[in-house]
């Protein structure tokens, strides 16, 4: 009798298990790593040739975030959007620009060439796979500079794929009162800390958070418009930028649901543009003989 009632939950577990195999293979992973040779080829299809490549950093976050911690926030944002509206998303990827943390433990600061190289060998291999619309989906700010001059110089010779940018949308309207002044959170702290919060709250360590200050130290007297590259050390010499102590799970929640969201759109809006390639291609075109244009 009890023999047989085991008998029969197994049967039964394994007509739930076949049942929900079909439904597992209809939904192919988001990640790139995870699927097969053949799954990627109808992923690929699946998402119309859209893939993310979430960029982020090693680099020191105050005392209180993880030195991966760029990487690890847009990695959380750009899988949950790619998951609400379907895109390839590419590996980890944290090769960017980060010389002004060189003097702070565990930085990664390949070399200026390097970055450049080895992002065009990137995405050139993810177009050769099929992903003819690229988002970069910027999680660090040192990459502000770098990424938009990257994305302009596929202008230099003819590209099969476009190269979109997106910024680090995390605010918006209805956003919940910040305690700490929004002019200095800008690195490791109370923006930031709240998102790492829900990304990955095991890695915050917010009562370590006061052991240092971000306060701005203002050691440049320079005029508005006139740029160095020492600016941000002499501003936040220990690469923390804010007060991470003020973070919130509220505020944290209201950034991961304002950012995914902010990706979804891009997604739907790269789907839907034919225009770019068609310009890219006929500015490929007429630059190979510019005394035709008129
Ligand atoms: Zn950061």
């Given at each position: 009798m009890h023999k047989s009632l085991l008998v029969s939950i197994n049967a039964l577990c394994a007509s739930l298990v076949w049942a929900q195999s079909p439904a597992v293979q209809s939904k192919p992973s988001v990640h790139w790593e995870e699927l097969t040779a053949a799954d990627f080829r109808d992923a690929i299809g699946r998402a119309q040739g859209t893939c993310l490549l979430p960029f982020g950093i090693l680099e020191k976050h105050g005392a209180h975030l993880p030195l991966g911690n760029d990487l690890l926030n847009v990695r959380y944002v750009a899988l949950n959007a790619a998951q609400q509206e379907y895109a390839v998303v590419f590996p980890e990827y944290y090769f960017g620009q980060i010389f002004e943390a060189k003097h702070q433990p565990g930085t990664v600061a390949y070399s200026r060439g390097l970055q450049l190289q080895l992002l065009q060998e990137t995405t050139d291999e993810m177009a050769r796979n099929g992903c003819q619309k690229i988002?970069?989906?910027?999680?660090?700010?040192?990459?502000?500079?770098?990424?938009?001059?990257?994305?302009?110089?596929?202008?230099?010779?003819?590209?099969?794929?476009?190269?979109?940018?997106?910024?680090?949308?995390?605010?918006?309207?209805?956003?919940?009162?910040?305690?700490?002044?929004?002019?200095?959170?800008?690195?490791?702290?109370?923006?930031?800390?709240?998102?790492?919060?829900?990304?990955?709250p095991d890695l915050v360590h917010l009562d370590r958070a006061p052991q240092e200050s971000g306060a701005d130290q203002a050691r440049l007297k320079l005029p508005e418009g006139l740029y160095t590259g020492i600016w941000w050390y002499a501003r936040f010499p220990n690469h923390y930028a804010g007060e991470g102590a003020a973070a919130t799970r509220e505020l944290g929640e209201f950034e991961a649901k304002t950012w995914i969201n902010g990706i979804v759109q891009a997604i739907r809006a790269v789907k839907a543009d034919q225009e770019s390639q068609r310009l890219q291609n006929e500015f490929y075109e007429r630059s190979k003989h510019p005394l035709d244009t008129h």
């Open positions: 988002i970069i989906v910027n999680g660090h700010g040192g990459n502000n500079s770098l990424l938009p001059y990257f994305a302009q110089t596929q202008l230099d010779t003819p590209h099969d794929y476009v190269v979109y940018v997106l910024g680090i949308t995390r605010s918006g309207q209805g956003e919940p009162k910040h305690k700490s002044n929004p002019a200095t959170d800008m690195h490791a702290g109370e923006s930031e800390t709240s998102m790492s919060m829900i990304a990955r």
